[in-house]
């Protein structure tokens, strides 16, 4: 089905277009109304049942009301808005969402909005909203989710406000709002044993493509989102590079393969119809594949805890740090770190592993061994 695509309702004056649902990623109807008013025509977006509870018929009503003049045209609507100085958070969500909803993480702001902000502050005006209100909030939140959870969502609220003071909609905040400490120096990782382990599992798996993206984050570092945003024609195979498309706060980054990578990617079989490696429903990109990842990590005996993804993304780094051989520099361009300060949270492996060959060549050359091969005389 072509992109946009209008459809007839049987409403005259009604049509929709059959997009994708930023909630939930299913498609969903948006219906649209084209009306005349005073000599002038309009087309609008009046929403989806989704967002709006909008049918057929509640479209043609609301259109009803346009050619009335009962309400007026958004357009009109918006210059009267421009004169507001109050307005809700509700409001200016509505507002925020619009102007960014290119933004690849609008899905997860929506979700947090509807779930998290909407009930309790969503009918405020800026200017009505207290530090209290922002402490009840996130003391809600505290009892429920890990700090980063409330983090996100208490800097979703300020992205919002600082929208609504950019454009003109409302005043900022009369205090600032105290985000939670949150511990990002967690480092999972896999001991030997653990990864034999999981390759013992693995080559007993029937999802081939499970194995697949396990092996790839396993000897790459590739992060989740790189691994299911990895397009054919990103892969060199004759050079043995391929290049990673946004990676996470960076630009577009070429890493090398190994040999494992080389082997694990050739053995993909293409899918018809997606130029994606690991395509999901209907040769989409993929976001997780949760329950074959933890059936395999249940299988190994790996801890409860362990994100398979994340974690094995941190294995591969900590294995080349704590093997002396590769410096902090070149872990950070194979992980594709923005700034070195995300790859020193391996700098204590590099600097064991060092410690380690020191202690051999004292032990080759050092006091030590001078003591225990001298004769006396």
């Known amino acids: 089905m072509p992109a946009n695509e209008r459809h007839s309702t049987g409403y005259i004056g009604v049509y929709y277009i ?18 005349k008013l005073d000599g002038i025509a309009y087309e609008e977006k009046v929403g989806s049942w989704s967002r709006g509870g909008i049918t057929p018929a509640k479209a043609s009503h609301i259109r009803a009301d346009k050619m009335t003049g009962k309400t007026p045209p958004k357009s009109v609507q918006r210059e009267s808005d421009k004169k507001r100085t109050r307005y809700t958070i509700d409001e200016l969500f509505e507002e925020f969402r619009e102007a960014k909803k290119s933004l690849k993480s609008m899905p997860f702001d929506i979700n947090r909005y509807e779930k998290h902000i909407r009930p309790v502050i969503g009918s405020k005006d800026v ?22 959870t409330v983090k996100h969502v208490l800097t979703l609220i300020r992205r919002i406000v600082n929208y609504g003071v950019y454009v003109g909609m409302c005043p900022p905040l009369g205090f600032r709002i105290a985000m939670p400490k949150v511990d990002n120096v967690r480092t999972e990782f896999l001991t030997a044993d653990e990864i034999e382990r999981l390759l013992a599992v693995l080559d007993a798996e029937t999802n081939k493509t499970a194995v697949a993206v396990i092996m790839l984050a396993l000897s790459t570092g590739m992060r989740r989102g790189e691994i299911f945003g990895l397009c054919w024609n990103d892969i060199d195979f004759e050079r043995g590079f391929l290049f990673i498309r946004e990676p996470k706060g960076g630009k577009g980054a070429t890493i090398p393969l190994n040999a494992t990578a080389m082997k694990t990617l050739r053995g993909v079989e293409r899918s018809p119809g997606s130029p994606l490696v690991f395509p999901g429903k209907n040769g989409k990109r993929r976001r997780d594949m949760p329950k074959p990842l933890r059936r395999i990590r249940e299988a190994a005996g790996l801890p409860k ?73």
């Open 18 to 35: 059959v997009t994708t649902s930023p909630v939930d990623g299913k498609p969903e109807k948006v219906f649209y109304i084209r009306y």
């Open 127 to 148: 200017a009505a909203i207290t530090p209290n209100d922002i402490t009840k909030l996130t003391g809600k939140l505290s009892a429920q989710y890990k700090a980063q």
């Open 305 to 377: 805890d362990f994100r398979p993804m994340h974690g094995l993304r941190h294995t591969f780094a900590s294995t080349l740090a704590s093997s002396g051989e590769v410096d902090l520099y070149t872990l950070q361009r194979l992980l594709t770190h923005k700034s070195p300060q995300m790859t020193q949270r391996y700098a204590h492996l590099r600097d064991e592993a060092m410690k380690q060959a020191a202690d051999v060549a004292d032990s080759l050359f050092g006091e030590g061994n001078e003591n225990e091969n001298t004769t006396p005389s």
